[in-house]
């Protein structure tokens, strides 16, 4: 047996696809209710319209709960319980022991790792190994690296004497839920706010299961409050009169209506909206890892990240390797069941959104760019999209422009340093690029040039809790990660 699986491997040419036997991770043990309430004030509790709407798994469009409507006057009640935490008891105690508590939730989120892991999959879409990979570690990084603020916030910003602001109203996206929730509640509790969030409509399970497990760490009732719904239960968050700070992640069209409904109102607001990034491999770049983090930079969780590297732009004497490079790499890659450990590209996280994608496929098309897909199957059920190389495309080109939030590529040529800065600046956007070279002096060269909030050299998609992370242009304002994103909450 072992001599002919030898064979097999021996024999196989570079792109076939080795073909794997299932090994889906057990949800057996995973409880997710039929009904879930909204968390105000330490409690579970029903909507006051009793107003519900279905959660589904997007591989199987299988329905999983009934999740809480919130209308404005829930809203009014978590904003106030908020501000009465706020008031008696969150902004009186120490550092230290804000700091426990958010130690605790981070331990506690590391016990549960896989639960929240498999979850995130089944409620979102993207592939067990970067729920479990990728997404649990970076939020409980987040609750341990400003845990260990918590107690030191006057050395954050020394001589300033900083405070809390009081109540954030946090508004999050269904890419990164838990993350996107981490990346929120984290700074503003170990800065001394109370909050209340709210996660995306699609993927309101994890933040849910967060507020669980925050209230069997025994976090004081009010300090977190987790509202859920649609847009115009983030609306009356955001637009809420007794709401101190607004942290909004979400599309550039929305961020947009939030900043002008704030302006004038003395809010603070940080605000992570849509990007466009650029990837640029130079000829003297190890050309292996660079088609290999290109493939990361678009293709991980189905392109639905908003510092998605979806721009390539290759030097003209490599363009046809890498082409056929990434082409090959395509025919390898296992689209499928999000469970499974072997599976690189999940489901779209909706059908509106699959229907966006598609939509941008066509006009890609009607553009006159070149599609290139592998002809791989997909799944009967659920929501998927083959990943797409678009070459023939053009700066004018809507899918250069525009953000598709899928797994869409567009390649470009260029020849020179100065071209090729000019054509990755070329856009609304300016979150993310990555430069991949031999030389560290044109990393330096071009990364400075480049006006993006993030530059990576040799690699993409890389993150830390220690670093900030934010956009330039129409990607928003205001810094996540790190120092910056602890100030982003301090007076
Ligand atoms: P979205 O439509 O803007 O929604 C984001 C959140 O805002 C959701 O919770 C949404 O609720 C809510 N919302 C919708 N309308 C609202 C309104 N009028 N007022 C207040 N809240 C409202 O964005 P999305 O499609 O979920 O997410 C994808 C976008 O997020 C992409 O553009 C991506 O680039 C961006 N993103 C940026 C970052 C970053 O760090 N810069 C990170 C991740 C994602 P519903 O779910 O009910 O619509
Ligand atoms: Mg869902």
């Given at each position: 047996m072992a001599k002919k699986e030898n064979k097999n491997i021996a024999d196989l040419k570079f792109g076939a696809t080795i073909e794997y036997a299932p090994a889906p991770e057990s949800n057996a043990h995973i409880e997710i209710k039929k009904k879930y309430e909204l968390f105000i004030g330490g409690e579970f509790v029903a909507p006051e319209k009793g107003k519900y709407f279905p959660t589904i798994n997007p591989a199987t469009e299988e329905k999983l709960a009934d999740i809480a409507k919130a209308d404005a006057t829930d809203v009014d009640k978590a904003v106030k319980s908020a501000r009465y935490a706020y008031d008696n008891y969150w902004s009186k105690i120490s550092g230290s022991q804000r700091g426990?508590?958010?130690?605790?939730?981070?331990?506690?989120?590391?016990?549960?790792?896989?639960?929240?892991?498999?979850i995130e999959t089944m409620d979102g879409g993207k592939p067990i190994k970067e729920a479990k990979g990728f997404d649990v570690p970076m939020a409980i990084n987040w609750f341990f690296y400003y845990a260990g603020w918590a107690d030191k916030i006057e050395y954050a910003v020394p001589g300033k004497n900083?405070?809390?602001?009081?109540?954030?109203?946090?508004?999050?996206?269904?890419?990164?839920?838990?993350?996107?929730?981490?990346?929120?509640?984290?700074?503003?509790?170990?800065?001394?706010n109370c909050v209340v969030l709210k996660p995306a409509e699609t993927t309101s399970l994890t933040a849910l299961k967060l507020a669980e497990l925050i209230q069997e760490a025994g976090v004081p009732p009010g300090v977190v409050n987790i509202v859920t719904g649609e847009g115009d239960t983030g609306a009356a968050i955001v637009n809420h009169a007794d709401v101190d700070k607004v942290a909004f992640t979400g599309s550039t069209r929305v961020g947009k209506m939030i900043q002008k409904s704030l302006a004038g109102s003395g809010k603070k607001l940080t605000l992570e909206l849509g990007g466009k990034g650029a990837n640029i491999i130079f000829e003297d770049a190890a050309i292996d890892q660079a088609v290999e983090g290109v493939i990361n930079a678009v293709y991980f969780n189905q392109g639905h990240v908003c510092c998605a590297g979806s721009r390539l732009f290759?030097?003209?004497g490599i363009a046809e390797t890498v082409l056929q490079k990434l082409k090959d790499r395509l025919k390898t890659i296992r689209i499928g069941n999000p469970l499974d450990k072997n599976t690189d590209i999940g489901a779209i996280n909706s059908k509106k959104q699959l229907d966006t994608v598609q939509d941008y496929i066509n006009i890609g098309i009607n553009e006159g760019g070149k599609l290139y897909q592998d002809k791989c199957s997909l799944p009967k059920k659920g929501f998927w999209c083959k990943p797409t190389i678009f070459t023939n495309v053009s700066q004018a080109s809507r899918v250069v422009q525009e953000e598709i939030f899928g797994p869409v590529l567009t390649v470009q040529t260029f020849r020179t340093i100065d071209e090729v800065v000019e054509l990755a600046n070329n856009t609304y956007y300016g979150l993310s690029a990555g430069v991949w070279t031999d030389k560290g002096s044109k990393v330096f060269q071009v990364g400075n040039q480049l006006k993006a909030g993030v530059v990576w050299a040799n690699s993409f998609n890389k993150f830390d809790a220690t670093s900030p992370f934010g956009g330039f242009k129409e990607s928003g304002f205001g810094r996540e990660g790190g120092l910056h994103g602890l100030t982003a909450y301090l007076k």
């Open positions: 426990k508590y958010l130690f605790r939730i981070a331990r506690m989120l590391q016990e549960r790792a896989r639960e929240f892991a498999i900083p405070e809390a602001l009081g109540v954030a109203g946090q508004v999050i996206p269904w890419n990164f839920p838990l993350m996107m929730a981490a990346w929120k509640i984290a700074p503003a509790l170990a800065a001394g290759v030097q003209e």
